[in-house]
């Protein structure tokens, strides 16, 4: 007799409830004492923290503090790292490596409302395993931009067993991609057509929207129905959820702010940005929105005759919620630091960029409540590096999500680097 | 400030939208600039020798020989300089992604959701004085969606828009891989299922009142049709049919939350490939209720009917090309027809389009003017079909087109005389806003220094 896998972890759950809540909790995740040189906490203070203590438990970040002043349980695993780097999990914020290369992008029609990643979502994937090599907690999974709108996306960890396991929240936002690769849909189309085309959908789930929120409020006595193609958007219009907007190039960027920011008012995330997008930059502060560059991190700007670094430019115009991407897999997501490195190298600053791959996109994506810095009550997303992550030479010894070690590069079957 | 249209309403919404989208920034213009000791070509009137210009708030103020600059005032001593009105393109793709979409009948769709400020079209348009640009679909559709009036500045299309534009765009010419009956059948359908749409909904308009009283159908369908006329409100109707229904007159009003949007009846570009296409244009147009506000855009041989054209008195849009080769057949001899005098003869109001070439003066709208007088149309006339006439056409004649007070400060400065072939753009004033300044014009400066020009600059 073979006892099928769902009734044995039934079996595992029941004998759990039995022994009660906080053994069972404390037994899957042992509180853990991380000694290191140095904590870049990416708290609203940016405090720094040299010569410290983290400890965990229970999943989450206990107490932070210097190492005179912490005391370590004797129950406690220490991980001694006293030469290293504590710092947040990073975020990656653009990501279609929800089911590995597979299950991109469905061309059914040029938007579709209906289409959701969470059901492509593989946890252990050999690219969403990798970017725990590279100190990466959390990442958005959305759909390709191979048409305007191609479905929602899911914000999911890194580590975990079962889609339940990973899944942070779904819909995690939904995918627009505005112009540049969905204009090749069949016969082409041009931007008038698509611009009107994506706002009529939007118009449509707002319409579906009004009616069950005026039902829900009592102003309304008809019972709307329910329809699986629009109802993933009451989230986005209650601002629950943002959408991850593809958009690059100037005209597109303007179209996105515009339409979705200003008329729209949606809560937006701008991805890619490329091009010369940065110089719409003015626009972009007045309407608060968003940025995450990449994964090209440079302009050649005929003009000027001159390489300009996104970052750099979107910098200078004033955008201050600005982080980077990979777009994985065009870049591997455990390069996400190196994204960062790289928009430094044209011309952005370091510290701005650690944030842009850590603390930014963590509230971007709406996660910074529980995580995206080192502070006491936070969910324990970090990693330890051998130095600053945007300097190349540094590398990711041990990545930690959900309070457990998720990567450990001491452990030679694991190790890749 | 222009209350900018949303390209989209949905049912009771759309006003909302509109009164969300009135704060975008513009660049002021500097309060006060006069442009003194100027030659002034005001198109409108005759030249004065040399005179002011006063412009306060991006509008002229004052124009004359004796006019007092106040102390507050940016002066602009313009000695030996002629300045005119800035010039009008009255119809053209460019500044769009693509000329046309794929799909043939798209009156829903509006320029603005493709206009690109960055595109270096718009810089081109400084360096040559164009200053209005009516950005339309091109002429490869059926119906083919609504223009923009921009003028070439501003970081947006909101800040670029001077006008939301009055007009839909339609050919009579086949587009590409069709013929003139599959056009023609499309252009029919298009309208005539307007009429279905509205009966549709109509009736189902009607069903959905029976529904509230908890009542059962009582007529047949053709009844049903005409008691729900009743029910139907403009914002039931969707952009697509909407835009249809101003084409043939309408004037429609949405209420939205925030009070009620007017949408005012449309004109329509209407392009004509050959003479064949007009006396059809024309009986399209007359057939549909939009006669009145018709620009019909030439191409091809369609001068050949002229008399049909004459008959109509409607304006004309020129093509770029002015002139018209026919070769006899049987002798090869060439015969060629100036296009703008037979239409300037024929009385008509007609604008010029900038040349085809890729060469930068032919792209300019005074070559073509000073062509026009070359083959004997009046200096007037020819100043007039770049500037005037084309802002009538595209309905901002009252703003822009000549040198008046009360009139927006669009305003080019040459070097001499506008027809004049070395006379050279030296500087645009769009709004009152110094526009542009050839001596800081880095591309063409690029374009127009040799080495030997380095090197000896460097000698100095």
């Given at each position: 007799m073979i006892m099928d896998f769902g009734s044995r972890l039934r079996l595992v759950a029941a004998l759990l409830v039995g022994l009660g809540t906080s053994f069972a909790v404390s037994a899957e995740s042992p509180s853990l004492a991380f000694r290191v040189a140095k904590v870049v906490t990416m708290d609203a203070a940016d405090s720094v923290i040299n010569d410290a203590v983290v400890l965990v438990a229970e999943g989450r970040i206990v107490t932070v503090g210097k190492r005179a002043e912490v005391t370590i349980p004797d129950d406690a695993r220490v991980i001694d790292m006293p030469d290293q780097w504590l710092v947040p999990g990073m975020v990656e914020g653009h990501n279609h490596t929800a089911g590995g290369l597979g299950d991109l992008n469905d061309m059914v029609y040029l938007t579709n409302p209906g289409l959701d990643t969470r059901a492509t979502i593989d946890p252990n994937n050999r690219l969403i395993e990798s970017a725990r090599w590279g100190g990466v907690t959390a990442v958005m999974l959305i759909p390709g931009s191979g048409t305007n709108m191609s479905g929602f996306g899911t914000v999911s960890k890194t580590a975990g067993d079962t889609p339940d396991e990973v899944i942070l929240r779904t819909p995690g936002s939904l995918k627009i991609a505005q112009a540049g690769n969905p204009e090749w849909y069949f016969g082409g189309v041009g931007r008038r057509f698509m611009n009107w085309n994506t706002r009529q959908t939007l118009l449509k789930a707002m319409d579906y929207n009004d009616r069950w929120t005026s039902y829900e409020a009592g102003t309304s006595t008809t019972k709307p129905e329910y329809d699986p193609i629009f109802d993933g958007f009451r989230g986005l219009f209650k601002k629950e959820f943002p959408a991850t907007v593809h958009t690059q190039i100037y005209q597109v960027l303007l179209t996105t702010v515009e339409m979705l920011g200003r008329q729209l008012d949606l809560w937006v995330v701008l991805d890619h940005c490329t091009f010369d997008a940065w110089k719409v930059g003015p626009l972009v502060v007045a309407q608060d929105l968003w940025v995450l560059n990449g994964p090209r991190e440079y302009h050649f700007d005929r003009t000027m005759n001159r390489m300009i670094g996104n970052c750099s430019g979107w910098w200078k115009n004033g955008v201050r919620k600005l982080g980077v991407n990979t777009d994985a897999p065009v870049v591997p997501e455990r390069e996400l630091s190196y994204q960062a490195t790289m928009a430094c190298w044209y011309g952005w600053q370091p510290y701005p960029a650690l944030a842009g791959v850590t603390r930014v996109p963590s509230q971007a994506l709406g996660l910074y409540e529980q995580r995206g810095s080192i502070e006491a009550g936070k969910i324990a997303d970090f990693a330890i590096w051998t130095g600053d992550p945007i300097d190349p030479r540094s590398a990711c010894l041990m990545t930690v999500v959900d309070g457990r070690i998720a990567y450990d590069a001491a452990d030679e079957d694991v190790r890749r680097f | 400030m222009r209350v900018e249209r949303i390209l989209t309403v949905r049912r009771g919404f759309g006003a909302l939208l509109v009164a969300a989208c009135c704060s975008m920034v513009v660049a002021a213009p500097p309060s006060k600039v006069a442009l003194t000791n100027v030659r002034i070509v005001p198109v409108s009137g005759p030249p004065i020798a040399q005179g002011t210009v006063l412009i306060e708030g991006g509008k002229i103020v004052a124009v004359g020989e004796d006019v007092k600059v106040p102390y507050d005032a940016r002066e602009f001593d313009l000695s030996g300089k002629v300045v005119m009105p800035g010039m009008v393109v009255a119809h053209t793709w460019r500044g769009m992604d693509i000329p046309n979409e794929s799909r043939p009948v798209v009156p829903q769709l509006d320029a603005a959701d493709a206009i690109d400020p960055s595109q270096l079209y718009f810089e081109e348009?400084?360096?040559?004085?164009?200053?209005?640009?009516?950005?339309?679909?091109?002429?490869?559709?059926?119906?083919?969606?609504?223009?923009?009036?921009?003028?070439?500045?501003?970081?947006?299309?909101?800040?670029?828009?001077?006008?939301?534009?009055?007009?839909?765009?339609?050919?009579?010419?086949?587009?590409?891989?069709?013929?003139?009956?599959?056009?023609?059948?499309?252009?029919?359908?298009?309208f005539a299922e307007l009429q279905d749409y509205v009966a549709r909904l109509a009736e189902t308009k009607y069903e959905e009142k029976l529904a509230k009283e908890e009542r059962e159908i009582d007529v047949l369908p053709v009844e049903a049709r005409k008691r729900g006329r009743k029910e139907l409100k403009a914002d039931h109707i969707d952009d697509e049919h909407r835009n249809l229904i101003r084409l043939k007159g309408g004037q429609v009003t949405v209420e939205g939350e925030s009070g009620p949007t007017l949408f005012s009846p449309l004109g329509a570009f209407v392009y004509c490939g050959s003479a064949m296409d007009v006396p059809r244009a024309i009986a399209f147009a007359k057939a549909h209720g939009f006669f009145d506000r018709l620009v019909l855009v030439l191409g091809g041989d369609s001068h050949k009917a002229i008399k049909a054209l004459k008959k109509a008195a409607r304006p004309v849009v020129l093509p770029e090309n002015l002139v018209y080769r026919d070769v006899d057949p049987f002798t090869n001899k060439i015969e060629e027809t100036f296009v703008p005098k037979v239409i300037a003869d024929a009385g008509l109001q007609f604008a010029l389009l900038p040349g085809p070439s890729a060469s930068l003066p032919e792209r300019m709208l005074t070559y073509q003017a000073a062509r026009c007088m070359r083959y004997g149309i009046s200096r007037t006339d020819a100043l007039r079909a770049i500037t005037q006439m084309p802002a009538e056409i595209i309905g901002v004649g009252e703003r822009l087109g000549s040198i008046e007070v009360g009139k927006d400060a669009h305003l080019v400065v040459f070097s001499g005389d506008p027809l004049e072939f070395t006379s050279v753009v030296e500087r645009v004033f769009i709004d009152g806003i110094p526009a542009y300044d050839r001596s800081e014009d880095i591309r063409l400066k690029r374009l127009l220094t040799t080495k030997s020009d380095e090197s000896a600059d460097d000698e100095q």
């Open positions: - | 348009c400084l360096r040559l004085g164009h200053t209005v640009v009516h950005v339309m679909p091109a002429n490869n559709t059926v119906v083919g969606g609504l223009g923009q009036v921009v003028r070439p500045i501003g970081l947006s299309v909101a800040e670029m828009t001077i006008d939301d534009g009055g007009f839909m765009k339609l050919s009579m010419a086949p587009r590409r891989g069709s013929d003139r009956m599959l056009q023609m059948a499309t252009l029919r359908e298009a």
